[in-house]
């Protein structure tokens, strides 16, 4: 007679044990259904790139990143000597930890300065992104230059040629590419001639 009431009962629990599965699994797929959606529609948050710039009376450095991405990509450091107006970089290489990529220009005649004229100049240098076109075969850095005659305050922007193939090539040397140039002084910043500007010539 146990025995019967033992089946019984285990016959009327099973249907309820059932149940309580099937609500489980049930509930456990729509749980994982939402938070894959909520997952999707969760935007992407954006990279950012730290830049910095120093100064003291002889001598402006910076950093900018020369790529773009979640890596951390690679980053330039460049240096203006105000004596010489020689602005020059380079790029530390992954694999020897050295200057791989080295960059090099005189700031001085594109700033207006006449031979032997600058005397104890002053620059500001500081730099900033922008998406660039190809320069005939050399790809640009996603930044520019900025260099400022702290006398006249004009302005002059350079663009950083950089690829994949300079960034592994040892000792590559590259030239920094001057875009235009902005004149403060005399109502707003304007291109030179008062036009609409253009590239002024490396």
């Known amino acids: ?3 019967v009431r033992l089946r019984a009962l285990a016959t009327h629990a099973l249907p309820s044990h059932f149940f309580c599965v099937v609500a489980g699994l049930g509930i456990g797929i729509g749980l ?9 529609a969760t935007p992407a948050l954006p990279v950012v790139h730290a830049m910095t710039a120093q100064a003291n009376e002889t001598f402006a450095v910076c950093t900018t990143p020369l790529t773009t991405g979640l890596g951390g990509g690679a980053e ?4 203006l000597d105000f004596l010489t107006g020689d602005l020059s970089g380079g790029l530390l290489s992954p694999a020897t ?4 990529v080295v960059y090099r220009h005189n700031v001085l005649n594109d700033l207006g300065f006449q031979p032997g004229q600058a005397k104890d100049p002053r620059f500001l240098l500081v730099a900033g992104q922008a998406e660039l076109p190809r320069r005939g075969r050399m790809a640009m850095a996603p930044s520019v230059l900025y260099v ?10 350079y663009g ?4 994949p193939q300079q960034g592994v090539a040892a000792g590559a040397s ?6 235009d140039l902005a004149q403060p002084r005399g109502g707003g910043l304007q291109p030179p001639g008062g036009g609409t500007g253009g ?3 490396p």
């Open 174 to 179: 590259l030239p920094l590419l001057p875009l």
């Open 32 to 40: 994982g259904a939402v938070a894959g959606r909520w997952q999707a």
């Open 76 to 79: 330039g450091f460049f240096v």
């Open 160 to 163: 950083i040629p950089f690829g």
């Open 97 to 100: 930890g050295t200057f791989g």
């Open 1 to 3: 007679m146990l025995s």
């Open 148 to 157: 400022t005659d702290c006398s006249s305050g004009a302005t002059v922007a």
């Open 199 to 201: 590239e002024l010539q």
